[in-house]
Nanobody, 121 residues
Framework: QVQLVESGGGLVQAGGSLDLSCAAS????????WRWYRQAPGQQRELVAQ???????NYQDSVKGRFTISRDNVMNIAYLHMSNLKPEDTAVYYC???????????????WGQGTQVTVTS
């Protein structure tokens, strides 16, 4: 069983910064790609950033230059550093990870419960 737990959300003024983290626990052989998604009220979930095991990073255009995704392969944690936050960044942020639990299993995608980020103007 693999669990992902996000932390670090909160309330911040426009222009401020927040750091999110997502910790994976359970039976984990390796984590392949980490992803951060977000979902604002009344909108579809959208991909914000992802990082492969080889540390290739991709970002949604609206966050390029403001958000940075990183990972710790020893601790199985992903991070999202968000700076110069805007009110339109307000959403529930979810992490997802492609995890291979054991040598005898293929990878599956697991999801966290989400953490609220609210940016006030």
């Amino acid at each position: 069983q693999v669990q992902l737990v996000e932390s670090g959300g909160g309330l911040v003024q426009a222009g401020g910064s927040l750091d999110l983290s997502c910790a994976a626990s359970g039976t984990i052989l390796r984590v392949y790609t980490w992803r951060w998604y977000r979902q604002a009220p009344g909108q579809q979930r959208e991909l914000v950033a992802q990082i492969t095991r080889g540390e290739v990073r991709n970002y949604q255009d609206s966050v390029k230059g403001r958000f940075t995704i990183s990972r710790d392969n020893v601790m199985n944690i992903a991070y999202l550093h968000m700076s110069n936050l805007k009110p339109e960044d307000t959403a529930v942020y979810y992490c997802g990870a492609d995890v291979q639990p054991t040598d005898h299993e293929g990878s599956q995608t697991y999801w966290g419960q989400g953490t609220q980020v609210t940016v006030t103007s």
